[in-house]
């Protein structure tokens, strides 16, 4: 495969925001032949549509593209944002979960736990070290966002080492390539400020949009409020539920409802005629090739909000279906089973 059909997969994607820098993806791509990258999760709670099906798309068409790729599921992380209460046994039980989950949507993806990079390697603590003397406070408070924190919020100390650990995991998996969503851009911008001063290669950012809350009110979907997404667990009646209750204004802005049009059924590319079945007497069936189709009938009141989100329940049952029955029997039902139990606060 080409350099320019490689960066196509990825340009061509509306879910990708953006590329720090451009330019350095290609080189990159004429000049190595393996490139390594990695996104880091979090790990509690269940996984929502963004969460598995955004990232784990990004990450597929990086594989088609000739990366390695590997999901990095952030334990030491998780604890010490006080995921799960910071039961530690709770945050590996929820590691289980993501690993089966990633291997099942990103089956070549390499799955690697904080755990296994940190355990008896000084020099990955020793770097955390050298890389946080060159971040002052307030810089690393500005950064806070990557914990989902505040600024102004009041935070103890081993959070303020959080950001150091992101940035330094990078260079100890080897990874050219740094990906998440948009919300980690501070510190993939940190990480590319302090690796020339620590005598490294800066990594390339990558960025994947993230899903806006169905409720309208929230910058982006929360495990901890089930109504504001779509899982990958829910039930077709549940997706149907959510999405017929979602905030769905008749403006094109802000419209969480035309946001999962645009970046589910369009952007994955799951859909190349996306079809909302409606009665006769409303038009019957209409078809859309894509989504500024979609979103110049929406505003031109020509497709009514419900039927628009009937359609887009539909597809986003459709996608989610294979994940779904995945987790209904077997090692992943007993892992879903045992993260139902679970009480997720953030």
Known sequence: MDVETKLGLLESSQ?????????????????KAKPKHYIGFEVSGLLHVGSLLVSGS????????????????????????????????????????FEEAFKFYCPTAKIVRGTDLYHNNDEYWKNVLKFSMHVTIARGTRTMQVLGREENETLDIAKYVYPSMQAVDIKFLNADIAHAGMDQRKVHMLAREVFPKMGWKPPIALHHHLLPSLLGSELKMSKSKPESAVFIHDLEE????????????????????????????????????????????????????????????????????????????????????????????????????KMKGFQVTR
């Open 15 to 31: 879910l990708v925001q953006e590329i720090v820098t451009q330019d350095e993806l290609k080189q990159l791509f004429e000049t």
């Open 58 to 97: 990004v990450i597929n068409s990086l594989s088609k593209a000739g990366v390695e790729t590997t999901v990095f599921l952030a334990d030491w992380h998780s604890l010490i944002n006080n995921k799960l209460g910071g039961d530690w046994q709770k945050i590996q039980a929820a590691a289980d979960y």
């Open 238 to 337: 549940e997706i149907r539920r959510k999405i017929n209750k979602a905030f769905c204004p008749e403006t094109t802005e802000g419209n969480p409802v035309l946001e999962y049009a645009r970046f589910l059924v369009f952007g994955m590319g799951s859909k190349k005629e996306f079809e909302i079945e409606r009665p006769e007497k409303y038009g019957g069936n209409i078809s859309f090739g894509s989504f500024e189709e979609l979103e110049t009938a929406f505003a031109s009141k020509k497709l009514h909000a419900g039927d628009l989100k009937a359609g887009v329940a539909d597809a986003l049952n459709e996608l989610v279906s294979p994940v779904r029955k995945h987790f209904e029997k077997g090692k992943a039902g007993e892992l879903l089973e």
